[in-house]
């Protein structure tokens, strides 16, 4: 049995089916961990989700950003759509609700053994076994029937830190703010979530999350996605893993018992920022 961790899909089905091929994936046999945002900007979104819920326990996906603001548009809480949002065919099909169920039903942090896989990152402040006890919390309010209402209070970029006294919405909010949405921090490790581009081009007094170097992430190896203009990058402790593939570049798998590199390119799918 192989585990391959692969990048953001975002309803890239045609890229993820070469790349499968590419790697010999056997379902029931090999398990491919997915860093979230399985759909949203790529042409094939409704069929992608379906395909991945289709693998079963041959696929571990955790919720992204874009997968999260279906879910509050499902939900009723957001009605923002953008030209560029492809999400409408999934809600308008049949097996719309079915879909959804499924994947609101999706954890936000997976951790198996030495790996830890989240969709953005983690603060500096939080250890992953905290990290993981965190996760759980928001998803046992996104599988409750109360779902939707929890939803309409996700949005926002306050608070920017976190501290243990925080409660309510505003503890969740940081949670999914960091492993969904986040790429810097702040040199006192407040969530920056304006700042986008290349690590290289960092505005003065922002890090890149990673940067802060935990040690007590040393037991874990983690893996994420999100940062299409970081790309691929084997950091040792940290695989990120989004290599951009709707915005036409190439979609990445890592081989996690070798660290093996796969790569598949992809057509120019989008041609808005990167979110």
């Known amino acids: 049995m192989a585990d391959y961790a692969i990048g953001d899909l975002q309803g890239c089905l045609d890229p993820f089916l070469a790349l499968l091929k590419q790697i010999h994936f056997q379902p029931g046999?090999?398990?491919?961990?997915?860093?979230?945002?399985?759909?949203?900007?790529?042409?094939?979104?409704l069929e992608?989700?379906?395909?991945?819920?289709?693998?079963?326990?041959?696929?571990?996906?955790?919720?992204?950003?874009?997968?999260?603001?279906?879910?509050?548009?499902?939900?009723?809480?957001?009605?923002r759509l953008s030209a560029g949002d492809t999400i409408s065919p999934i809600l308008e099909a049949p097996d719309a609700e079915e879909l959804i169920d499924w994947l609101r039903h999706r954890p936000l942090m997976y951790v198996n053994h030495h790996f830890a896989m989240v969709h953005a990152g983690l603060l500096p402040a939080w250890t992953v076994e905290t990290a993981h006890k965190l996760a759980r919390e928001v998803e046992h309010e996104l599988q409750s029937p109360d779902w939707k209402v929890f939803l309409r209070h996700l949005f926002g970029n306050k608070p920017d830190n976190w501290h243990d006294g925080l409660c309510g919405w505003d503890r969740y909010r940081v949670v999914i703010n960091a492993m969904t949405r986040m790429r810097f921090i702040t040199e006192d490790g407040r969530i920056d979530l304006k700042s986008k581009g290349p690590l290289e081009n960092a505005p003065v007094g922002l890090k890149a999350w990673f940067a802060a170097k935990n040690p007590a992430w040393a037991s874990h190896t983690i893996i994420c996605g999100h940062w299409s203009a970081l790309g691929f990058r084997d950091m040792g402790q940290v695989i990120s893993l989004d290599s951009g593939c709707v915005w036409g570049q190439c979609l990445t798998a890592v081989r996690l018992q070798d660290r093996q590199v796969y790569r598949t390119a992809c057509p120019q799918i989008a041609s808005l920022g990167e979110d």
Not at 56 to 71: Q, R
């Open 29 to 45: 046999k090999d398990r491919v961990w997915l860093v979230g945002d399985l759909i949203n900007r790529g042409p094939q979104s």
């Open 48 to 79: 992608t989700l379906r395909y991945v819920k289709s693998l079963g326990e041959s696929a571990h996906a955790v919720l992204g950003n874009h997968d999260l603001f279906f879910l509050a548009v499902a939900a009723g809480a957001s009605t």
